[in-house]
């Protein structure tokens, strides 16, 4: 493992090194720059014991996945220091990124690929069961449980979505939709149609087995059996460490909650920072993260490909 411990003044900084993070790395190592990846080690998809739908991957650990990428960016000479990042403040031609343990490291460009935290309901018996029979994402999961019974447990009114969606995997779906609100005569008509089971009583508690979730207690005291937990946790963008910067922000809808603007190849209102992956889109799955961050590895190289010519020309 490299580490950083002098003011070099690098092409590129990247904080976050998961899917996104490695994937800029990748493109801006190969472009013969001089990067640095900062990384907390604390990815969204830790909770998970496999990834799936992520192609030439499917099956893959998320930490495998992460070794391999940091061993091809190293093989480019891309630089990886496990450490946390404390501030960025702009410093005109640059930005420095101070790390929690005081360090500050100037840098031409930017990339933030931190990622999020899903943020669950405090229902006793959710969190520990979160990415192995709690689950949020059908397309990444819903193979390996199909069939058996689901639940899907709402926290906001997008959960109906949710609901429709899991019942491609099994014809076994139980919908506690308490914290959806009332929902519309024609929306519960549907989920009916296609035998779903609504369940107004709020969810009191998750049960199971060691990881294995077994059912769920409703208020009015009903026990559910069930194998698999679908709910969406509130997304938390990892980006406090920008506040000082005010740069621009996106409210999601649905509430959703705040995220950095980007324009298409993730750069932000600052000229010098860019953003990929889940800090931007909590929508974005594994595959959408890593082009994300090639598509902004590649759009800073050419930003700077633009600034060395310019600073040549005024050389002259």
Known sequence: MNTADTPTVR????????????????????????????????????????????????????????????AEAA???????????????????????????????PTRALVVATGITDELPAIPGLAERWGTTVLHCPYCHGWEVRDRRFGVLATSPMALHQAKLV???????TFFSAAAGELAPADEGRLRARGVT????????????????????TADGTLTPLDALFTAGAPRPHDTFLTGLA?????????????????????????????????????????????AGALAGGAVNGALVEEDFDAAVGGC
């Open 167 to 173: 019942r491609q995997w099994s014809d076994h779906v």
């Open 247 to 291: 740069l621009a922000r996106t409210d999601f809808p649905a509430d959703l909650g705040s995220f950095l603007t980007v324009d298409q190849a993730g750069k932000t209102s600052h000229s010098r920072i860019w953003a990929a992956g889940n800090v931007t889109n909590p929508m974005a799955t594994v595959p959408m993260a890593v082009g």
């Open 11 to 70: 092409d590129a900084i990247i904080i976050g090194g998961s899917a996104a993070g490695l994937s800029a790395a990748l493109m801006l190592g190969r472009a013969r720059r001089r990067v640095l990846v900062i990384d907390a080690g604390l990815p969204r998809n830790r909770f998970a014991d496999h990834m799936h739908g992520v192609l030439g991957n499917d099956g893959t650990p998320p930490s495998e996945f992460v070794r391999t990428g940091r």
């Open 198 to 217: 609504v369940v107004t009583s709020p969810v009191t508690e998750v049960l199971g087995d060691g990881p294995q979730v077994t059912g769920v207690r």
């Open 75 to 105: 093989a480019y000479g891309v630089e990886l220091l496990d450490a946390t990042v404390a501030s960025v403040t702009d410093g005109g031609p640059t930005v420095t990124v101070t790390l929690t343990d005081g360090r500050e490291l």
